[in-house]
């Protein structure tokens, strides 16, 4: 059975750092993501990276201040949150296809199959 496990979610100062990390239990992903969810919010896509040829998609929230990133060795793949704002606070989740996910689908939920339980980020 696929599973996604997510790490790294804490407590964090705004203008702080966190890396978020997701590790799988089969590989290879053509594409991994980052969605998060903040309470009496809906679930938005933060960021997507096709695994084998590197490109990468930013919610304009985050561009310039998040990068993902994955090691195909791992196999895991990673968030790096820089300057973390209050507005940032939400559980994050990790997701994952075997399929290429093309723009504009890469920050809809149905494109995935495989989604983790969340870690929760909390800026304050």
């Known amino acids: 059975q696929v599973q996604l496990v997510e790490s790294g979610g804490t407590s964090a100062q705004p203008g702080g750092s966190l890396k978020l990390t997701c590790t799988t239990s089969?590989?290879?992903?053509?594409?991994i993501a980052w969605f998060r969810q903040a309470p009496g919010k809906e679930r938005e896509g933060v960021a997507t990276?096709?695994?084998?040829?590197?490109?990468?998609y930013y919610a304009d929230s985050v561009k310039g201040r998040f990068t993902i990133s994955h090691d195909n060795a791992k196999p895991a793949a990673y968030l790096q949150m820089n300057n973390l704002q209050p507005e940032d606070t939400a559980m994050y989740y990790c997701?994952?296809?075997?399929?290429?996910?093309?723009?504009?689908?890469?920050?809809?939920?149905?494109?995935?199959?495989?989604w983790g339980q969340g870690t929760q980020v909390t800026v304050s």
């Open positions: 990276i096709q695994t084998r040829g590197g490109n990468t």
């Open positions: 997701a994952a296809s075997n399929l290429v996910v093309h723009d504009p689908n890469v920050f809809r939920g149905p494109s995935y199959r495989f």
């Open positions: 089969e590989h290879p992903f053509r594409t």
